[in-house]
C-alpha cells in the first residue's frame, strides 16, 4: 500500500511568487490536512478537507489556500510567498474527518529567496 | 484558546535508560491527546492517543503515556531507550472542533 505522496520534494521560490504543492493520500483515505512546520513555531495546523470540502481552518492569512479533487487527492496554493513561508510543509491522510492525522507525508521543502 | 507545551527543548539520555516526555496542554474540556515521532529522513508517526478511559495508554515500540487531568500532563515514557528512539517527538491535543495543535517538540539524544 502507497504512503502518502508529496510533490515536489523540494521547492526554491522567490518573494511575490504563488506556489502549488500536492498531496496524494493513502488509497481509501478521504480526509487530507496541511501542516506547517518551521523551527520557530514548530508544527501548525494549515487546513483540513474531507469529500473536497474544507472541513477545517488553521489561523493563517488568505494567501494560503487549498483544495481537494474527487480522487482525495490534494494541492496547497501559497500566494505573494514571503520570506516567512520558507517552512516544511507536510500532509497527512485519515479515513474520515475530524480524526487525528494518521499517516504523513514526508513533506515539500519550500524555501523563499 | 487550547495550546501544548514542550517544556524540554532537547533530552540527552543513555542507552538503557528510563525516558520521560514532558507535556502540558491549556483546554477547557477534556481533550484528545497524541504523541508523534518524527525520526530523521522519515515522516511522523503517531506513538499513541488518549480519548477517554484508562489515563495510562499504551502505544507503539514499547512508549506509554499517562493522562493527569489535576497537572494538565500528558508526558510520554519508556522504560528503556533504544538508539533508534534518537528523534524529535511532538504531543499534540484535539478540540472539540477538530482542530489539531501541535506542541513545539522535544529532541532526543540518545548516547552508547
Known amino acids: 500500500k502507497a504512503g502518502v505522496t508529496q510533490t515536489p520534494r523540494y521547492l526554491i521560490k522567490t518573494r511575490g511568487q504563488q506556489v502549488t504543492l500536492s498531496c496524494s493520500p493513502i488509497?481509501?483515505?478521504?480526509?487530507v490536512s496541511w501542516y506547517q512546520q518551521t523551527p520557530g513555531q514548530g508544527l501548525q495546523f494549515l487546513f483540513e478537507?474531507?469529500?473536497?470540502?474544507?472541513?477545517n481552518k488553521g489561523n493563517f492569512p488568505g494567501r494560503f489556500s487549498g483544495r481537494q479533487f474527487s480522487n482525495s487527492r490534494s494541492e496547497m496554493n501559497v500566494s505573494t510567498l514571503e520570506l516567512g513561508d520558507s517552512a516544511l510543509y507536510l500532509c497527512a491522510s485519515s479515513l474520515a474527518a475530524g480524526t487525528q492525522p494518521q499517516h504523513f507525508g514526508d513533506g515539500t521543502r519550500l524555501s523563499i529567496l | 484558546a487550547q495550546s501544548v507545551t514542550q517544556p524540554d527543548i532537547h533530552i540527552t539520555v543513555s542507552e538503557g535508560a528510563s525516558l520521560e516526555l514532558r507535556c502540558n496542554y491549556s483546554?477547557?474540556?477534556?481533550?484528545?491527546l497524541f504523541w508523534y515521532v518524527q525520526s530523521p529522513g522519515q515522516g511522523l508517526q503517531l506513538l499513541l492517543k488518549?480519548?477517554?478511559?484508562?489515563?495510562l495508554v499504551q502505544g507503539i515500540k514499547g512508549f506509554e503515556a499517562e493522562f493527569k487531568r489535576s497537572q494538565s500532563s500528558f508526558n510520554l515514557r519508556k522504560p528503556s531507550v533504544h538508539w533508534s528512539d534518537a528523534a524529535e517527538y511532538f504531543c499534540?491535543?484535539?478540540?472539540?472542533?477538530?482542530?489539531?495543535?501541535f506542541g513545539t517538540g522535544t529532541s532526543l539524544t540518545v548516547i552508547p
Open positions: 499534540a491535543v484535539m478540540n472539540t472542533g477538530n482542530q489539531f495543535y
Open positions: 488518549y480519548f477517554s478511559g484508562d489515563t
Open positions: 478537507y474531507f469529500s473536497e470540502t474544507q472541513r
Open positions: 488509497s481509501g483515505h478521504r480526509s
Open positions: 483546554y477547557g474540556a477534556t481533550p484528545y
